[in-house]
């Protein structure tokens, strides 16, 4: 079951990609953020189907390092604005 959700969130997780790359200059760090999250996602539903709880672990320090990698990237595209 949670590899059926894994899979569903693949096509979501794609646009996200395509948008964070090609996107408006503007709304990439909205696309990044999503990318995260859904990558975040991903990492609990396959730690959950393999049992394997040290990925959760992965996903929660990817989500902590989240917004301080937007702001990062915020700051440095806004000197090409």
Same mark, same amino acid.
């Given at each position: 079951? %949670?590899?059926?959700?894994? !899979?569903?969130?693949?096509? $979501?997780?794609?646009?996200?990609?395509?948008?964070?790359?090609?996107? $408006? &200059?503007?709304?990439? $760090?909205?696309? !990044?953020?999503?990318?995260?999250? &859904?990558?975040?996602?991903? @990492?609990? *539903? !396959?730690?959950?189907?393999?049992?394997?709880? /040290? %990925?959760?672990? *992965?996903a929660?320090?990817?989500t902590?390092?989240?917004? $301080?990698?937007?702001?990062? %990237? /915020? @700051?440095y595209?806004?000197?090409?604005?």
């Amino acid at each position: 079951m %949670y590899w059926v959700a894994i !899979i569903a969130l693949l096509p $979501p997780l794609l646009v996200g990609a395509i948008a964070a790359r090609r996107g $408006p &200059l503007r709304t990439r $760090p909205l696309a !990044i953020q999503f990318v995260g999250t &859904l990558v975040a996602i991903v @990492f609990v *539903l !396959i730690a959950l189907a393999m049992q394997q709880p /040290s %990925y959760i672990d *992965l996903a929660l320090a990817l989500t902590l390092l989240g917004l $301080p990698g937007t702001l990062a %990237y /915020s @700051f440095y595209m806004e000197r090409w604005m």
